[in-house]
């Protein structure tokens, strides 16, 4: 197999899984890696150095069976020196061991879910974690780079070298600063480089303009023509951060919001497996449906989605943990913490240190009883080490006021009045009553007080309480229902003291699944608050697994200024005058689209998402109606109409002037099937993938969203069908294996690249020509 690798995603699901509902009814796993491989008897004057990204879980690294290396946190790079375990000129034999068993609250994978490394130089040489690249000294005319790296040199001889430093535009290639200096080694010691660089009228790295460089360092022997002996580059960004209560977040000096989206680590069809072409390719869909920062939620991000926030220009909040000491499921991270947090910060601050997309550290998410005095020191002491390893950046707690409160939240129902059936029936206002308790507010004060950002969790009621009462606090709405965003962004706006709001979530995700499911009242109390089997997804994403963007997308989008265009989104006429039960996690049960077979005549409720003063709707020409809308009512207008097939038009108006409009049209008859790859060429490594949508199209080539197919897909050439996926929260098929029901008319193809050449991805269906695709692999 090729890595990344998720070992759990083609596990057949159960009802009976004892993970349940929160991992997307996968089973518990043991998962075993083997690899044989030689090294030549010339390699004993080597170094060679495993670097393992992530493995989840609990990894054991055996090299011919001896244990060289144990990390419990699935999230965590590590380093395994593995010269002393190796036979040179025969075979070895690597085997890494893995659990994944109840340890998560969402689908976490299991196994290499993250690339690996070998590092192989000689015995004087860089380090294996790689130079660091900071910008201590920013201004328009120049830029203070200091360039940091350890030399090792584990010969028997001391030795002078050479360090030479180069600075190039990533784009243009071109050498911008260059340096170099003598550094001596002695042997069995390390050496730490810091040289400073002048770059001259630098290219700042921001939102909307992510400039990047990347630095090369370079050890060779010092004289004359002196061999070169190691080397290591890597890419940065020069920029400055600010954080105060009166600009909020500056980045080379001008205030930004953040438009935040929480994601979770999965990439859908393909699981955990953190491909960098899948963690680019989400990054880049949430960049274009208009936000510009996301949280790892809650977990450290791969280096491939921090790599891809670098090239769009994506402000990263990196998540450290979802538990410290007590545990939330059980076998979690709570078991380790005590032993590991330390090498944990620290692992996550080297991977993040050269991302300029990482602005902010969270040091964990909703920790139970964060409030008493035991738990506020452990966060002190995160905060701290992380100060210490990277003073830079700037770090936040993303606090639950319900669950840091623990054995005071008894006494803070009664201070606020509030009873048992408010627990169950209505918990958006039960956090707002709690975080705007006095009480509350008192025993989060420690809490807070010790990092450089409030995160508040579904704690919007304390934004226009803080400057009353805590007027230096800095917050950010760390985690938010999709439904406030507009009363929300409106105070955001409005207040400095609040950098902006992150949404949950962003792209839907594998486990906690039906969390936003939308069903008829008379049916709510006969499930949970996590769906039945045989749900998959959560149902809360602005995108669903495979890309494709929701209403909550495009209201969203709305609300932050950044669409003219008119959205509309309609409800399936069937639910017409049903008492729907949506609880704050999920939409408000519409869809874009105008093909409703078999409701022609029916009632039906429409919304249309506007920043405009108005909007009229024309249903096939005819006026339906024109009404009020944008800010005033909430950035919705909404209409009753009747279904008629044809074309349904909104159009806006601004001071009675038209300003855009948007429109569905109903799709015919399905007749083919399309095939349409979101790229013709790929560039051959392990790090590429295809996308193909897949789609049931009419006559003039428009999806038919309410038509199901089975559809099976088939590869020819150089690449394997990584995953076949849809929107469906609850398939009725495996999630992996060739053929898939299509979701609205669509489903998503991942196609994995092994070799070079032509690519032919096929689709078939009963009743409908099979259609093909060519994609080329350089």
Request: aromatic fraction near 8%; charged fraction near 20%.
């Amino acid at each position: 197999m090729t890595l990344p690798h998720d070992a759990l995603i083609s596990s057949p699901r159960d009802a009976n899984a004892a993970g349940g509902a929160n991992t997307g009814f996968f089973p518990s796993a043991d998962i075993e890696y083997e690899k044989t491989f030689e090294v030549a008897e010339s390699g004993a004057g080597q170094r060679h150095v495993l670097e393992f990204e992530g493995v989840y879980r609990d990894a054991r690294v055996y090299l011919n069976g001896a244990l060289a290396a144990h990390r419990p946190y699935g999230y965590s790079r590590f380093f395994v020196p593995i010269d002393r375990f190796l036979r040179y000129g025969e075979a070895n034999t690597i085997r890494v061991e893995a659990t994944s068993d109840q340890d998560s609250r969402w689908y976490p994978g299991a196994g290499l879910i993250r690339p690996v490394t070998l590092h192989r130089s000689g015995l004087l040489h860089l380090a294996p974690e790689g130079p660091r690249f900071s910008a201590p000294q920013v201004a328009d005319d120049l830029a203070v780079v200091r360039v940091e790296a350890r030399i090792d040199n584990e010969s028997p001889v001391r030795s002078t070298v050479r360090v030479r430093i180069e600075i190039v535009e990533e784009a243009t290639g071109r050498t911008v600063a260059t340096a170099s200096a003598p550094v001596t080694v002695f042997p069995g010691e390390s050496a730490e480089v810091s040289l400073r660089v002048f770059v001259r009228d630098p290219g700042l790295w921001g939102p909307d303009s992510p400039t990047l460089y990347r630095g090369h360092v370079t050890v060779v022997e010092d004289s004359d023509g002196g061999a070169e002996l190691d080397q290591a580059s890597d890419t940065f960004g020069i920029r400055k951060i600010e954080l105060d209560p009166v600009h909020g977040l500056r980045i080379n000096g001008t205030t930004v919001k953040l438009r935040g989206a929480c994601v979770h680590h999965d990439n859908g069809p393909i699981g955990a497996a953190a491909i960098g072409a899948a963690e680019e390719r989400r990054v880049r869909l949430l960049r274009e449906a208009g936000f510009n920062a996301i949280r790892s939620a809650h977990n450290p991000a791969s280096t491939a989605l921090l790599r891809a926030c670098d090239k769009y220009g994506v402000l990263v909040m990196d998540e450290a943990f979802d538990a410290w000491t007590s545990r939330k499921v059980r076998s979690d991270y709570s078991h380790d913490f005590a032993d590991w947090w330390e090498r944990d910060v620290e692992s996550m601050v080297r991977k993040d240190f050269n991302r300029p997309s990482v602005i902010l550290y969270s040091i964990g998410n909703e920790i139970a009883q964060a409030g008493n005095p035991l738990d506020a020191k452990t966060g002190r002491d995160l905060a701290a080490t992380l100060k210490r390893l990277d003073p830079a950046r700037f770090t936040l707690f993303a606090g639950q006021v319900l669950m840091a409160a623990g054995e005071e939240a008894a006494a803070i129902m009664t201070e606020q009045n509030i009873g048992v059936n408010d627990v169950l029936t209505s918990m958006e206002d039960v956090l707002a009553k709690f975080w705007q308790s006095p009480a509350a507010a008192r025993l989060m004060e420690e809490a807070y007080a010790q990092v450089d950002l409030a995160g508040y969790n579904y704690g919007a009621a304390r934004y226009a309480l803080d400057p009353g009462e805590f007027p230096d606090r800095i917050s950010v709405g760390s985690e938010t229902h999709r439904q406030s965003i507009a009363g929300n962004w409106a105070t955001i706006l409005g207040s400095p003291q609040v950098i902006g709001d992150f949404c949950w979530t962003g792209w839907d995700y594998l486990g906690e699944v039906g969390v936003g499911r939308v069903r008829p009242a008379a049916q709510a109390g006969l499930t949970g608050f996590l769906g039945p089997f045989p749900y998959l997804t959560a149902m809360v994403g602005d995108l669903d697994i495979t890309g494709v963007r929701r209403p909550s997308s495009y209201f969203r989008e709305t609300v932050f200024g950044l669409r003219d265009t008119p959205y509309i989104a309609v409800q399936e006429p069937s639910l017409f005058g049903v008492e729907l039960a949506v609880n704050a996690f999920g939409w408000r049960g519409l869809e874009g689209r105008w093909t409703w077979p078999g409701s022609e005549g029916h009632p039906v409720r429409i919304e249309v998402y506007s920043s405009a003063d108005e909007v009229e709707l024309l249903v096939n020409g005819r006026s339906a109606g024109r009404i009020a809308a944008g800010a005033k009512t909430g950035y919705i207008a909404e209409f009753t109409g009747t279904y008629e097939p044809g074309t349904l038009t909104a159009v806006a108006y601004q001071d009675g002037v038209e300003s855009g409009r948007g429109e569905l049209s109903t799709a015919g008859p399905v007749t083919a099937l399309s095939l349409v790859p979101e790229q013709d060429h790929l560039d051959r490594t392990d790090e590429s993938l295809a996308f193909v949508r897949v789609s049931l199209v009419d006559a003039d080539g428009r999806v038919n969203p309410a038509r199901a197919e089975t559809v099976t897909v088939t590869v020819d050439g150089p690449a394997v069908l990584q995953g076949l996926g849809s929107g469906d929260p609850r398939p009725a098929e495996p999630i992996t294996g060739p053929t898939r029901t299509t979701h609205a008319g669509e489903l998503l193809a991942v196609v994995r690249p092994t070799g070079t050449g032509s690519i032919v991805i096929k689709a078939a269906a009963a009743g409908l020509p099979e259609a093909s695709v060519v994609v080329n692999v350089d």
